[in-house]
């Protein structure tokens, strides 16, 4: 019972990661050949901790800047080398939202900011923008609705919230007159772990007029592995995860699995992280199977990329670097959305 068992530090259990870890964990079951434990933990930036430390965890769900908090950490400086990315699961849209006075990221000089509580992906994320670029906030622990609260009674300037976009949280909000969301330009201070995106009226058209749209930055959230020697006991069973997951990625595109599962590339890259070697090996494998006609699922991803490459060719000007051509990815995907193949 205990052979193939993998330990998965999915995340707090009100976090949308939970969801697919338990996803995986039912398309994956197979008896004793492969059993996917997920465990509700402290939440995903905590997860990395988990990951190098805590006894039958072999692969979290996590994001990508958590490496700047843990890599400074005493005796971590080899956490590059200790820790590896198997996907890059799902992109989330840094929205910062604040009352009209506040125009730009400079304003909240000193002010309080609400950053989400412990163990959500804005209490990471939200403390390093600022300090990233010199400036000096005043953190203040909640998150959600309840910062949202306190903004709207004036207790905090400005609120960050980490999510895929549109979020729910101001999706299903009505017209909010006196605030907006902030734009947060896409620098040099943010090209290791970040995408540049943007936040559109599409996506939230109670809050900006049609056809308009703000500059944002976007965090990879990653499934990732500890890189255990090659050939020990923990090796075997991750890469027999390995297998499972690639090979059943195409059920997990279907319903009744989460639709945003159909975003997911095998060849897609995390900035600033190295993927785990033998993910590599089945990423191959699986090339060749779909050349051949026999890796069913697999052939979606090609679909897609001609499609993107058609998408690309419409744009009528090549993207100028990787960050521009992801941005533009992000957008065919929400295009591909709206129309759908014949």
Not at 108 to 124: D, F, H, M, T
Not at 184 to 198: I, N, Q
Not at 232 to 253: C, H, I, M, Q, W
Request: glycine share 8%; charged share 25%.
């Amino acid at each position: 019972m205990n052979q193939w068992t993998v330990g998965l530090a999915a995340g707090l259990p009100d976090g949308g990661f939970v969801r697919f870890a338990s996803e995986m964990a039912r398309t994956m079951d197979d008896g004793d050949n492969m059993r996917l434990i997920p465990m509700v933990t402290r939440g995903t930036t905590t997860n990395i901790a988990d990951l190098l430390y805590l006894r039958g965890v072999d692969i979290a769900i996590t994001y990508a800047d958590a490496f700047d908090f843990y890599s400074k950490q005493a005796g971590l400086s080899n956490i590059n080398d200790r820790i590896r990315y198997l996907l890059r699961f799902f992109i989330s849209d840094i929205h910062i939202y604040a009352r009209d006075e506040f125009k730009t990221l400079q304003d909240l000089k000193g002010q309080k900011v609400a950053v989400g509580s412990a163990g959500v992906a804005a209490a990471l994320t939200g403390p390093l923008i600022f300090r990233r670029l010199g400036i000096d906030i005043q953190p203040v622990p909640v998150g959600g609705p309840v910062a949202l609260e306190k903004l709207h009674k004036g207790e905090v300037a400005a609120m960050v919230y980490v999510a895929a976009k549109p979020s729910e949280l101001f999706s299903k909000m009505k017209p909010d007159p006196g605030f907006h969301f902030v734009p947060v330009p896409y620098t040099k201070e943010f090209s290791d772990y970040y995408l540049p995106s943007t936040i559109k009226a599409e996506d939230y058209p109670t809050f900006l007029p049609p056809g308009s749209s703000i500059d944002t930055i976007a965090v990879p959230s990653v499934l990732a592995v500890y890189n255990w020697k090659p050939g020990t006991d923990r090796a075997e069973r991750v890469n027999r995860f390995v297998d499972s997951l690639f090979t059943n990625l195409g059920r997990l595109k279907k319903p009744p699995f989460h639709p945003a599962w159909k975003d997911i590339a095998l060849q897609a890259k995390v900035p600033g992280w190295q993927r785990y070697p033998y993910a590599d090996t089945v990423i191959e494998r699986l090339k060749e199977k779909d050349a051949s006609g026999t890796a069913p699922g697999t052939a979606d991803n090609s679909l897609q990329q001609q499609r993107f490459a058609a998408f690309l060719a419409s744009q009528g000007t090549a993207p100028a670097s990787d960050a521009e051509k992801e941005k533009l990815y992000r957008e065919f995907q929400d295009w591909s959305r709206r129309h759908p193949p014949k």
